[in-house]
């Protein structure tokens, strides 16, 4: 600390001793200049990271490259790899499986995530305490929490099973939530409701604080009813932010990798396979290269495009 | 409707606050079951850990914790007979199933790995988004809504998808499973989160204080440094404990990029087996004491978590 104070009078003798054009530089640096130098690392190591691979990317989804042989010629082949994805039954399979997680995930966790906030909003005593403990699954490494739930699904030992038998009277190994065709699709569901919920419900917690008391003494005042008032102030008020967490939501199940990957890797067959589990088997697998780029790009201009669009759709929701 | 006058429609009545409590608690409850269920499972004996009905009460072992940190070999009883005594508790709870300890599991290791990764990531990407922040808050950035969103938009790259160039490009540059590898991506992966939620928190902070400080005669640099920078703690705190939490968790790039000296532990998890299957207790302990962090930091950022969770979209 006091070496610090040292130099900075050294610094100020010097500016003093100096023109002034100098002593500014010497001083401090301009606004602009200040301005680049923060943010230019940034930008670099992006740019880096990010943007030049994924040009590259775009550059090999015209080739044949396979990155297990570097050594053989690449050619050129134009859209033809676009051509394949597009016209690839399982590639459209697993948009079918990916829309079907999509789709059921939002839909309870918009459900449960709002009932929640809804009831936390009552302030009942010891809230705070209660809403803490319903955040941590969020919180948790996906990977690992889909390896456990692994376990909670065994057939015969698993607590899963052991809990649904319990309650319905049906033999807990007569049932395989990863191990069949028709429940896995709603076992991987089932998991990311139960780690994602607290997401849902902590920003629509957020939409009902923002409601001003006002508004709900207003419609007393007018006599609207409990349910005319729900739907008339709660649901348009809480409606931006119940989108919001819809949309970063989606972009991230859309991408979903590793919950699934370690819950069912897929399997079984290729019911629970989605996008980014097929691409990885493409790209890391069977080290088509060229193929998996273009399978890559397609599936970013996707979330781009549709979060674009949802995002527009989202202000107007807003401005109303 | 009959509107009572007892009691105004913002205020709950006491009863509806009851059932509103019990239901939120039920849920709370079992929303806990897996998370505890897998740390007791952490205490169980192999056989206890696969009994059928599933055992609630047991007596507890800490074979599990033993075996992730150990790799054993099986023994004949002669063998076994022929050992001295065992030294420590831990020989004696491997000998009783008739195994000898062979040396330490990797398990360590990849904890280690997890944690100079996560903390390396962290400052890196803190300090970057502090500058940056700072800049897009304070000054006028030309194009600066497009920057913004170019970094947001960052984020919205399937994993998988960056993985293809990166793998290749790590190769080249011989950075594949290597620590400074994984700190760089992750920090990549994570300065777009701290820009945007720091921004947030510089934005709350008077402009007056900077601009007292530049009339005092303090340089721009000096004001950021000694002003700002102070006013910015715990918004940096919080940051930090995004940032970190994030690289801890990750899986995908760890999966695809590290293989053995820069392997975290998610993708080393899963992978720990006993004799015949996977060893449950073990991965029990292994996973309890991965997420232990995690739920600490989580309770200690619990106000901050909103804005954590929407890119700093949503405050309060």
């Not at chain 1, 930008?43 to 590259?56: E, M, S």
């Not at chain 2, 429609?9 to 006491?14: D, L």
């Not at chain 2, 914790?65 to 020989?91: C, G, H, I, K």
């Amino acid at each position: 600390m006091s070496q610090m104070q040292i130099s900075q009078r050294a610094a100020d003798r010097l500016a003093r001793s100096t023109p002034h054009g100098i002593a500014r530089r010497v001083r401090g640096l301009s606004d602009k200049a200040i301005a680049w130098l923060f943010i230019a690392p940034t930008i670099v190591l992006l740019l880096a990271i990010n943007v030049f691979p994924l040009i590259w990317t775009v550059y090999l989804s015209f080739t044949d490259f396979r990155a297990n042989r570097i050594n053989r010629a690449v050619e050129w082949v134009g859209l033809r790899n676009y051509e394949r994805v597009l016209t690839d039954p399982d590639i459209w399979h697993n948009m079918l499986v990916t829309a079907h997680f999509l789709f059921w995930t939002m839909f309870f966790q918009v459900l449960i995530g709002f009932a929640l906030a809804w009831l936390i909003n009552k302030n009942f005593r010891g809230h705070g305490v209660w809403t803490t403990i319903i955040l941590l699954p969020m919180m948790l490494s996906p990977a690992v929490v889909g390896n456990f739930w692994t376990f909670l699904y065994q057939p015969q030992i698993g607590l899963f099973n052991y809990v649904i038998s319990f309650f319905t009277g049906a033999d807990p190994s007569s049932f395989q939530m990863i191990g069949s065709v028709n429940l896995a699709p709603w076992a991987i569901v089932i998991v990311d409701t139960w780690m994602w919920t607290p997401y849902t419900m902590l920003i629509c917690l957020a939409g009902l604080r923002s409601i001003p008391d006002y508004i709900y003494e207003a419609a007393e005042v007018d006599r609207a009813g409990p349910f005319r008032t729900f739907w008339s102030i709660t649901l348009p008020m809480v409606m931006p932010f119940l989108m919001l967490a819809v949309l970063f939501r989606s972009i991230e199940n859309f991408k979903m990798f590793d919950l699934v990957v370690e819950l069912t890797s897929g399997g079984p067959g290729s019911v629970t396979e989605l996008a980014s589990i097929n691409l990885k088997r493409e790209a890391f697998e069977k080290w088509r290269t060229g193929l998996s780029s273009a399978f890559a790009i397609i599936l970013f201009v996707t979330v781009f495009g549709a979060a674009n669009i949802y995002v527009k759709a989202l202000n107007t929701v807003k401005s109303r | 409707m009959s509107t009572s006058t007892a009691h105004s429609v913002v205020e709950p009545s006491r009863l509806t606050r009851t059932i509103a409590g019990t239901l939120v608690i039920v849920y709370a409850l079992v929303t806990m079951v897996p998370l505890a269920w897998i740390f007791l499972t952490g205490f169980k004996t192999p056989p206890d850990s696969i009994s059928y009905p599933p055992k609630v009460v047991f007596e507890p072992s800490l074979e599990g914790y033993v075996n992730l940190f150990t790799t054993r070999t099986r023994q004949t009883p002669d063998y076994m007979a022929s050992l001295p005594p065992p030294q420590t508790w831990y020989e004696e709870l491997v000998r009783s199933r008739q195994m000898v300890i062979a040396g330490p599991s990797k398990f360590g290791e990849r904890f280690l790995n997890s944690v100079i990764i996560g903390f390396g990531s962290t400052f890196l990407s803190v300090f970057l988004g502090t500058l940056a922040a700072y800049a897009f808050s304070r000054f006028r950035v030309p194009l600066a809504d497009d920057l913004l969103f170019f970094i947001l938009s960052t984020r919205m790259m399937p994993p998988i998808a960056v993985a293809i160039p990166i793998f290749l490009m790590y190769r080249t540059l011989g950075l594949s499973d290597t620590h400074l590898g994984m700190i760089i991506l992750y920090t990549a992966v994570n300065v777009s989160l701290s820009v945007w939620l720091l921004k947030g928190f510089v934005d709350e902070i008077p402009r007056e204080y900077e601009e007292a400080a530049l009339i005092d005669g303090y340089t721009r640099l000096q004001a950021f440094v000694k002003v700002v920078l102070p006013q910015m703690a715990t918004g940096i705190a919080a940051t930090a404990i995004f940032c970190l939490i994030f690289a801890w968790n990750e899986y995908a790039f760890a999966l695809l990029l590290t293989s053995g000296t820069a392997q975290t532990a998610p993708p080393f998890i899963p992978t720990i087996i006993g004799e015949g299957g996977l060893d449950w207790p073990a991965i029990g302990a292994g996973v309890t004491l991965f997420l232990l962090p995690v739920l600490v930091f989580t309770i200690l950022l619990r106000k901050h978590l909103l804005r954590g969770i929407t890119f700093g979209a949503v405050r309060k």
